[in-house]
């Protein structure tokens, strides 16, 4: 008996701690969040750079055959929302889909608003990935995401067990060898430190319970 009155003692201490974000908090986040990563795009644009998964795919296209970023980057990520919506639900679905949206949309207005006299391709590289890192955090908290390939990984390891890490890896590292007979070398070299920044805002703060509010 006793037991049982810690267990429901530990459940309701550990519901105190969650938070449950408003409509209003996720929509803000939302538009946060795609704000700083086409920030980080615009930089990445304007110096040659790309990055990893569907937005890497994009600036490939945008760079190769001229496309529009922000619809390549919409029509990319088409596919991969039936897997979303069997591997995560309804609700995340349509949060990436905004999310993707309005990262399509906004990656084409931002360049009209923001304009680089100069910009050192290292500062572009770095800040543009810790701005896309930043963006990112925000959506995650707020469960969306910008679709694409970390789905595509989730299912691969659900249907066939391949790790998704690797599979993301591997997808990265497909990207980024394609991009040298596209890109100058030096380029992918800085595209490869911006991934790095990219990922280090994610590491040091998409931790296990470092953050407490759901959606």
């Not at 390549?72 to 929302?81: D, Q, S």
Request: hydrophobic share 60%; glycine share 12%; with cysteine.
């Amino acid at each position: 008996m006793a037991s049982a009155r810690s267990d429901g003692s530990q459940v309701e201490d550990l519901a105190a701690l969650i938070v449950r974000h408003r409509l209003w908090e996720d929509a803000l986040a939302l538009l946060t969040g795609t704000a700083m990563v086409a920030l980080g795009i615009a930089f990445y644009g304007h110096a040659g750079l790309l990055t990893g998964g569907t937005v890497g795919l994009a600036f490939l296209l945008k760079y190769l055959l001229g496309w529009s970023f922000g619809w390549a980057f919409f029509l990319i990520n088409l596919p991969f929302y039936a897997l979303a919506i069997w591997r995560m639900g309804w609700m995340f679905t349509l949060r990436t889909l905004c999310a993707v949206g309005l990262v399509s949309w906004l990656a084409e207005l931002t360049p009209q608003w923001v304009g680089f006299s100069r910009l050192n391709p290292l500062y572009a590289a770095l800040f543009g990935g810790f701005a896309m890192g930043l963006g990112l955090l925000m959506l995650f908290r707020h469960r969306a995401s910008l679709g694409g390939v970390n789905i595509l990984a989730l299912f691969l390891q659900e249907r066939f067990g391949l790790r998704a890490g690797k599979v993301q890896m591997a997808i990265d590292a497909a990207i980024v060898l394609a991009a040298l007979f596209i890109v100058p070398a030096d380029k992918v070299l800085l595209s490869v430190l911006g991934a790095l920044a990219l990922n280090m805002v994610l590491a040091i703060n998409h931790r296990a319970g470092r953050y407490r509010g759901v959606s």
